[in-house]
């Protein structure tokens, strides 16, 4: 994908201290690739350090936020880069981003809605579908894992899921 939508790496969870650290929840791969890049979110936040949290996040400090006040008034922020600051993609390798807004199809040609966010818990990424139509009652969407048993292929314009792992109304 040739997008230019500017990818997310963090978000800024609320402040850390009184001197205007931030708490950071981890969205790319982790602490490392986040130490990539001095800059984000077009140049507005300039990283001046960043050490892990111990918990699976971060705390950063940035040039432009002077206290806790500051700090706590960016929390929800998200840090983004541009899509060529990171490295070239692998083939079968996908940024969250690239998934989200995909029209979902099963393999036997049915639309059965579109994605709406990408989760991993640890094992394996994971899209999440919104159903369409949107049935009236029970559930509005469903989980599919990233794996070639459930997703046998996808592009730019769609994920085509096996209809094994389509869920019915």
């Known amino acids: 994908m040739t997008d230019n939508t500017p990818l997310t790496l963090a ?3 609320g402040a850390h201290g009184v001197r205007g650290d931030v708490r950071l929840k981890l969205l790319g791969e982790g602490l490392e690739a986040l ?3 001095s800059s984000f979110n077009e140049g507005t ?33 998200t840090l983004t880069v541009p ?28 639309r059965v809605g579109k994605v709406i966010d990408v989760h991993n818990y640890g ?10 139509p949107v049935p009236e009652k029970g559930m509005k969407t469903f989980m599919v894992p990233m794996t070639t048993h459930a997703v046998v292929e996808w592009n730019g314009e769609r994920i085509v899921i096996a209809t094994d792992f389509a869920h019915p109304d």
């Open 35 to 37: 130490k990539a890049h």
């Open 45 to 77: 936040l300039t990283l001046k350090s960043v050490r892990s949290d111990n918990k699976g996040g971060a705390i950063a400090r940035f040039a432009e936020v002077q206290g806790r006040e500051q700090a706590e008034k960016l929390r929800g922020t």
């Open 83 to 110: 899509r060529e600051a990171l490295p070239p993609l692998e083939e079968g390798e996908y940024y969250f981003a690239d998934l989200i807004g995909l029209d979902a199809v099963t393999d036997a040609g049915k």
């Open 123 to 132: 094992a394996t990424d994971i899209v999440e579908i919104a159903k369409d």
């Open 11 to 13: 978000a800024i969870t």
